[in-house]
């Protein structure tokens, strides 16, 4: 196992399918002591429901405790500390640094200067590994397999992280992607040159309808905010799409709708009673992938 893990790139495809069997193992098993006596820090400088809380709650059922914050309004870089030196310091208390921050390349910064592994739990518009990981989990739980699906990412491909990791790791099991996104939210050319480079094949499209009937898991995506230069942008594509029940009469009997989370107007709640909807327990197995990456990370097995 790598030191940190800051892009999805750091594990080889035995690594991650190490972490998902641990992860599956933890399921059978959640009460854990590996950890007895250890510290981990999380540190949120962005805000977070799902990926602190699981984290914080992971750290806990294996049997070691938490410190941090879930906003950087208290701490000393209000007093204008660089994130290098709060890294410094908080390496000094602890056996492991989880953290988001709204900087693209800060957990990268954060891993170069910590005396202790440093796992990225979400820097910008860049990489979301942990969440990546924990959707691989969900995939091979509700398709028995990952490798040849047909993946239709759909949404905001330009800022969502969560898709960005999850186009760099999937591409280990030979997928079929379709991109579904206004042409302001297109996947990154980086992202589509590494699928060329590889011989990965992808469609783009406008519509959603295009993917839908043909998929194997439909990930949808919330258009970020927070992540636009300029609001005018942001509500032009905002309510660019939105999933209802009523869409799903076509659908493969095995697809499965993921989602990140948190949603906003892309997915009605209509579409929450239906078989296909998954984004509830993809979010709930989250905790047992982290609890894998913590472990394996700090020399589980
Ligand atoms: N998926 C995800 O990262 O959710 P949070 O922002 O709530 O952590």
Redesign the pocket.
Known sequence: MPKNLISIQDLTKDEILHILDVAREFEANREQDFLAGKVVACLFFE??????LSFESAVNRLGARVIGFPDNRNTSQTKGETLEDTIRIVSNYVDMIVM?HPVAGAAATAASVASVPVVN??DGANQ?PT?TLLDLYAIRKTQGRLEGLDIDMVGDLKYGR?VHSLVEALRYFSPRFTFTSPEELDMPKKYLDMLDRDGVPYTRTGRIEDGLDSCDILYMTRVQQERFPDKEEYDKVKDVYRLTASMLGGVRPNMKIMH???RVNEIATDVDSTPYAYYFQQ?GGGMYVRMAIIACLLGYR
Request: net charge positive.
């Open positions: 805000p977070s429901t799902r990926t602190r988001r739990a979400g979301h969440q969560a990140p989370l948190p979010a």
